[in-house]
């Protein structure tokens, strides 16, 4: 289990919990279990679940979740797991699915293409390679005589020569939405008439991850009061995105690039697919640092947001971890997913606060059966 600052708490000095949907929280938590049990392949690798975890995955699955009432999903917790606070401030963001405007075909107004998985790519989940800047990258380029060398970076995939250029899937207007796809891990794209494709994550170069909202507020371009996902875009695009522009230039500063596949699975219908390999649930998935944290933990969160309008209001859920980030990183860190489209996304883009941070452990994995 994670090596962090723990406090250890009752349940009974968690107030907002015994208020909280417990059994929607358990419906999720039994999507988590069914993939943990299931030795699937997650599609970013995290901490792996330990037999403590698995013990309260397989008494999970033997539960029915449609009927399960509220006191009985909080004995099910109660029973089952262990609180612990965490030390220090947290922090949360939010993300959630675009719905974006794009083609089959480019045409006027529809250039940018949607990377897929290029052949070459090889994700490296045991041992990194090192860059030129000596950072530790997790996924590489296989050479033609059977080597490793590092993936080309953000710039050098837009704008190097064609063999370079990933498949295109499909494309969208410009630069910035497909930005946005990539920050946000996933995406479904709607073409006129109304068909949708969905987009799931495909793999990243493995390069670092850099943040553009925090480039433009050092660079005393968008006050820190002001930032959102809405400003950040319209920042973006008066600076031009053509190649060599200073919004491509800034775009590119954030090395790592992210791609897709087109995804029909019935799993898909349900929600974007996480790193665990699960649909995602709106308001109750997180994504978390997968260095220190297993997939399916449930985390109790509670903090002041901007989460069902643009006012803040109190914020109290239990969350299951299910997803991870380039960007979250730290064991009190956390990316909440708002769910699909505009609405959500606005929400979302306004969403860096504190919060307050309890891990649900399973009493196995910490000396407490």
Same mark, same amino acid.
């Given at each position: 289990m994670a090596s962090v600052d723990l406090d250890p708490v009752g349940f009974d000095s968690i107030d907002a919990i015994f208020r909280d949907d417990l059994g929607a929280?358990?419906?999720?938590? @039994?999507?988590?279990?069914?993939?943990?049990?299931?030795?699937?392949?997650?599609?970013?690798?995290?901490?792996?679940?330990? %037999?403590?975890?698995?013990?309260?995955?397989?008494?999970?699955?033997?539960?029915?979740?449609?009927?399960?009432?509220?006191?009985?999903?909080?004995?099910?917790?109660?029973?089952n797991f262990r609180p612990f606070r965490l030390r220090g401030p947290g922090f949360v963001t939010a993300y959630y699915e675009p719905v974006i405007e794009a083609r089959e075909a480019p045409e006027a107004g529809f250039r940018t293409p949607v990377p897929a998985r290029p052949a070459d790519l090889v994700t490296l989940n045991e041992r990194p390679i090192r860059g030129e800047a000596g950072e530790a990258l997790t996924s590489a380029r296989r050479r033609d005589d059977?080597?490793?060398?590092?993936?080309?970076? @953000?710039?050098a995939l837009e704008e190097g020569p064609p063999e370079l250029r990933p498949r295109p899937i499909a494309y969208v207007r410009d630069r910035v939405e497909l930005f946005l796809i990539q920050v946000q891990g996933s995406a479904r794209l709607r073409y006129p008439g109304g068909r949708d494709l969905p987009l799931t994550y495909d793999g990243r170069n493995g390069r670092p991850y850099t943040s553009i909202g925090r480039l433009l507020i050092e660079?005393?371009?968008? !006050?820190?009061? %002001?930032?959102?996902? %809405?400003r950040l875009k319209t920042e973006i695009r008066a600076l031009g995105q053509e190649?060599?522009?200073? /919004?491509?230039?800034?775009?590119? %500063?954030? @090395?790592?690039?992210?791609?897709?596949r087109a995804d029909s699975s019935p799993e898909?219908?349900?929600? !974007?697919?996480?790193g665990e390999g699960c649909a995602l649930a709106p308001l109750r998935s997180?994504?978390?640092?997968?260095?220190?944290?297993?997939?399916?933990?449930?985390?109790?969160?509670?903090?002041?947001? !901007?989460?069902?309008?643009?006012?803040?209001? !109190?914020?109290?859920?239990?969350?299951?971890?299910?997803?991870?980030?380039?960007?979250?990183?730290?064991?009190? @860190?956390?990316?909440?997913?708002?769910?699909? /489209?505009?609405?959500? /996304?606005a929400l979302a883009g306004l969403v860096r606060h504190n919060a307050d941070f309890t891990v649900l452990l399973p009493r196995g994995a910490v000396g407490d059966e």
């Amino acid at each position: 289990m994670a090596s962090v600052d723990l406090d250890p708490v009752g349940f009974d000095s968690i107030d907002a919990i015994f208020r909280d949907d417990l059994g929607a929280a358990f419906r999720v938590f @039994r999507r988590s279990a069914e993939i943990i049990l299931s030795a699937a392949q997650p599609l970013r690798a995290a901490l792996p679940a330990d %037999e403590a975890l698995a013990r309260v995955c397989r008494i999970a699955a033997g539960m029915d979740a449609a009927r399960l009432s509220q006191d009985a999903a909080l004995d099910f917790f109660a029973a089952n797991f262990r609180p612990f606070r965490l030390r220090g401030p947290g922090f949360v963001t939010a993300y959630y699915e675009p719905v974006i405007e794009a083609r089959e075909a480019p045409e006027a107004g529809f250039r940018t293409p949607v990377p897929a998985r290029p052949a070459d790519l090889v994700t490296l989940n045991e041992r990194p390679i090192r860059g030129e800047a000596g950072e530790a990258l997790t996924s590489a380029r296989r050479r033609d005589d059977g080597g490793l060398e590092p993936y080309p970076d @953000r710039r050098a995939l837009e704008e190097g020569p064609p063999e370079l250029r990933p498949r295109p899937i499909a494309y969208v207007r410009d630069r910035v939405e497909l930005f946005l796809i990539q920050v946000q891990g996933s995406a479904r794209l709607r073409y006129p008439g109304g068909r949708d494709l969905p987009l799931t994550y495909d793999g990243r170069n493995g390069r670092p991850y850099t943040s553009i909202g925090r480039l433009l507020i050092e660079r005393g371009l968008v !006050p820190q009061n %002001e930032m959102s996902l %809405e400003r950040l875009k319209t920042e973006i695009r008066a600076l031009g995105q053509e190649d060599g522009a200073p /919004g491509a230039r800034l775009m590119q %500063e954030n @090395r790592s690039y992210v791609f897709f596949r087109a995804d029909s699975s019935p799993e898909r219908r349900d929600g !974007p697919i996480g790193g665990e390999g699960c649909a995602l649930a709106p308001l109750r998935s997180i994504a978390v640092d997968r260095s220190l944290w297993s997939y399916g933990l449930p985390f109790f969160i509670t903090a002041t947001l !901007p989460w069902r309008s643009a006012a803040a209001e !109190p914020f109290a859920r239990l969350m299951i971890a299910q997803d991870t980030g380039s960007a979250i990183l730290g064991p009190a @860190r956390a990316d909440l997913f708002f769910g699909a /489209g505009d609405e959500a /996304g606005a929400l979302a883009g306004l969403v860096r606060h504190n919060a307050d941070f309890t891990v649900l452990l399973p009493r196995g994995a910490v000396g407490d059966e």
